[in-house]
Every structure is written in structure tokens, then in C-alpha cells.
């Protein structure tokens, strides 16, 4: 869906994101943080929404999906 050229972008949550990737939050965490033995660099990066808000672009994440297979 596009307005004026410019596609929207569906923001997932935390809660929204868990459920679309079956993946748990501290593990959604894990794959964010280099430290982790989970690391995932292709892991789509939360963008944020406001002091202490974060979200994902739902499209970054069909994609990471999409190259995951055994992640969902």
C-alpha cells in the first residue's frame, strides 16, 4: 500500500514480534547483543519509538523469516 510514493511501514512490538517469530524476548534479545553465543547479525535491528520504546519493521522481519525457515 503506498500514499503519495511512500510505502507505509507496520511496526511490530515486542509482544507482536514474539508472536510472529515464535522466538522468546530474552532470546530475541540474545540474537541483538554481540556478547551473546546467539548473536545473529542478520537479526533485524529495533528501531526506536520514543524514550524507552523500541519496535521492528514487520517487513525486516518477513524477511529474516523468509531466510529462516527453521525460525518459525
Known sequence: MA???QS???ILRLKKLKEKTGISGSSIYNKLNPQS???DEAFPRPIRLGLSAVG???SEVDAWLASHPQAA
Open 37 to 39: 553465543k546467539y548473536y
Open 8 to 10: 507505509l511501514h507496520t
Open 3 to 5: 500514499i503519495n510514493g
Open 56 to 58: 521492528w519493521l514487520e
